[in-house]
């Protein structure tokens, strides 16, 4: 039985394996993020260390993230993919240990936390860069899609289940399954034969990262998709981490923001499992577009919702446009990139993504305690929405490139492999 458009990648026997792989890696490490911030805060009695150590995970991407995509571009993928990741299992299992004979300490996790985040700020690139390697160009869009998709079905499943696993048999074994998890993707990766990258002569790093920014730039487009990323991170991505003080908005109580939390993933969910279909029938530049319009609208109905059923049924929405954009981003990225760049080009998105979120979060959370969160959203996507239009009315023309296009020779893979 042929399989919809949507899950058509998960018939090629690698890109099955692969994710399959990178979702229960990512059910351990939404265990191990939840683990570590109960564990923290449990032992300092201070938020702030609980920030800290968030923090030291997610800012590697905005500053190493270049220096991934150099060397995914450089040296074999896969070779590399297992490097790094076998550096975060390693750190998991140090952490397990800590947790096991009691000797955790907050600076011992924040390092722990930040080494890991560090390998996989050096790892990522390469991982979205073999996408094309893996499914037909015809895919690369439903693929991105599915990825999207086990990240958020992870999201919903990792917290849950570090729940049960904790009050069962305590944080060191939330730590153990995050270890193992990370032997499932190890088992994916090692056999896999990809593109050996063609390094240029000469071209040293720093080069190399120049190079893959310039080419970003200057390829049409990919920099109005550099655009879209960077507004939406900026204006409309912060929803993600305002869902407690919006749910302590709206009910009086921030644990209702599982719900929330919860009902985000399934409308993102639900988007992967149409975006293939949507993209093939009406092409990427359209649902991307279509996207980016509707997605502003959506928020401000987020915003004003009363009731936590309404404030769910909108952030289901939120959450199936915003999957849209993100995904359709990082496809299109992926199928205009040449092979011998590809791998900067997707750092780039990461740097922008995590240098722009992190930054539209500080300022919407320090507006929310100012004006109020609701009039805080709701004035960014409005924002949102002036911005794209303006931005459109004033460069016309500016995101034509999004279509999709014609297999190039440059964008082929090459005939070596590992």
């Given at each position: 039985?042929?399989?919809?458009?949507?899950?058509?990648?998960?018939?090629?026997?690698?890109?099955?394996?692969?994710?399959?792989?990178?979702?229960?890696?990512?059910?351990?490490?939404?265990?191990?993020?939840?683990?570590?911030?109960?564990?923290?805060?449990?032992?300092?009695?201070?938020?702030?260390?609980?920030?800290?150590?968030?923090?030291?995970?997610?800012?590697?991407?905005?500053?190493?993230?270049?220096?991934?995509?150099?060397?995914?571009?450089?040296?074999?993928?896969?070779?590399?993919?297992?490097?790094?990741?076998?550096?975060?299992?390693?750190?998991?299992?140090?952490?397990?240990?800590?947790?096991?004979?009691?000797?955790?300490?907050?600076?011992?996790?924040?390092?722990?936390?930040?080494?890991?985040?560090?390998?996989?700020?050096?790892?990522?690139?390469?991982?979205?860069?073999?996408?094309?390697?893996?499914?037909?160009?015809?895919?690369?869009?439903?693929?991105?899609?599915?990825?999207?998709?086990?990240?958020?079905?992870?999201?919903?499943?990792?917290?849950?289940?570090?729940?049960?696993?904790?009050?069962?048999?305590?944080?060191?074994?939330?730590?153990?399954?995050?270890?193992?998890?990370?032997?499932?993707?190890?088992?994916?990766?090692?056999?896999?034969?990809?593109?050996?990258?063609?390094?240029?002569?000469?071209?040293?790093?720093?080069?190399?990262?120049?190079?893959?920014?310039?080419?970003?730039?200057?390829?049409?487009?990919?920099?109005?998709?550099?655009?879209?990323?960077?507004?939406?991170?900026?204006?409309?991505?912060?929803?993600?981490?305002?869902?407690?003080?919006?749910?302590?908005?709206?009910?009086?109580?921030?644990?209702?923001?599982?719900?929330?939390?919860?009902?985000?993933?399934?409308?993102?969910?639900?988007?992967?499992?149409?975006?293939?279909?949507?993209?093939?029938?009406?092409?990427?530049?359209?649902?991307?577009?279509?996207?980016?319009?509707?997605?502003?609208?959506?928020?401000?109905?987020?915003?004003?919702?009363?009731?936590?059923?309404?404030?769910?049924?909108?952030?289901?929405?939120?959450?199936?446009?915003?999957?849209?954009?993100?995904?359709?981003?990082?496809?299109?990225?992926?199928?205009?990139?040449?092979?011998?760049?590809?791998?900067?080009?997707?750092?780039?998105?990461?740097?922008?993504?995590?240098?722009?979120?992190?930054?539209?979060?500080?300022?919407?959370?320090?507006?929310?305690?100012?004006?109020?969160?609701?009039?805080?959203?709701?004035?960014?996507?409005?924002?949102?929405?002036?911005?794209?239009?303006?931005?459109?009315?004033?460069?016309r023309g500016f995101d034509r490139e999004l279509g999709d296009i014609?297999?190039?020779?440059?964008?082929?893979?090459?005939?070596?492999?590992?």
């Amino acid at each position: 039985m042929a399989l919809p458009r949507s899950l058509a990648p998960l018939r090629h026997r690698r890109y099955a394996a692969l994710w399959t792989g990178a979702f229960c890696s990512n059910i351990g490490t939404w265990m191990e993020t939840v683990a570590v911030g109960i564990l923290v805060t449990e032992i300092t009695h201070q938020a702030v260390w609980a920030a800290i150590v968030a923090a030291a995970g997610f800012v590697p991407n905005a500053i190493i993230g270049p220096l991934g995509g150099a060397l995914a571009d450089r040296v074999p993928r896969r070779r590399l993919l297992l490097a790094t990741t076998g550096v975060q299992t390693v750190l998991a299992g140090v952490l397990t240990m800590l947790a096991a004979i009691d000797a955790v300490e907050p600076w011992a996790v924040t390092l722990i936390v930040l080494g890991s985040g560090c390998a996989g700020a050096l790892g990522f690139p390469s991982y979205q860069s073999m996408m094309p390697d893996i499914v037909p160009r015809e895919e690369i869009t439903a693929a991105a899609a599915l990825g999207a998709a086990q990240w958020n079905l992870g999201r919903v499943v990792g917290p849950a289940l570090a729940g049960v696993v904790i009050a069962a048999g305590g944080y060191e074994w939330a730590f153990a399954i995050n270890t193992l998890s990370f032997l499932a993707v190890i088992a994916v990766i090692a056999p896999l034969k990809l593109p050996i990258p063609v390094r240029k002569d000469g071209e040293s790093i720093p080069q190399a990262i120049k190079n893959g920014i310039q080419f970003s730039i200057h390829e049409p487009g990919i920099r109005a998709v550099m655009i879209y990323v960077s507004l939406n991170s900026l204006l409309a991505a912060p929803f993600i981490g305002l869902v407690a003080p919006m749910a302590k908005e709206v009910t009086g109580h921030a644990r209702d923001a599982s719900v929330l939390v919860t009902t985000q993933g399934i409308g993102a969910v639900l988007m992967a499992l149409l975006l293939g279909g949507l993209a093939a029938r009406f092409g990427n530049r359209h649902v991307v577009l279509t996207a980016v319009t509707a997605l502003p609208a959506a928020l401000v109905l987020y915003a004003y919702a009363p009731s936590l059923a309404l404030s769910a049924a909108a952030i289901f929405v939120v959450g199936f446009l915003y999957l849209g954009c993100l995904s359709s981003f990082t496809s299109i990225a992926q199928l205009r990139a040449p092979q011998e760049f590809r791998g900067r080009v997707m750092s780039a998105l990461m740097v922008l993504l995590g240098t722009m979120y992190p930054l539209g979060l500080l300022i919407q959370g320090v507006l929310a305690d100012a004006i109020g969160l609701r009039a805080t959203m709701a004035g960014a996507a409005v924002i949102l929405a002036v911005v794209v239009a303006g931005t459109r009315a004033l460069n016309r023309g500016f995101d034509r490139e999004l279509g999709d296009i014609a297999p190039r020779a440059d964008t082929m893979p090459i005939a070596s492999a590992e």
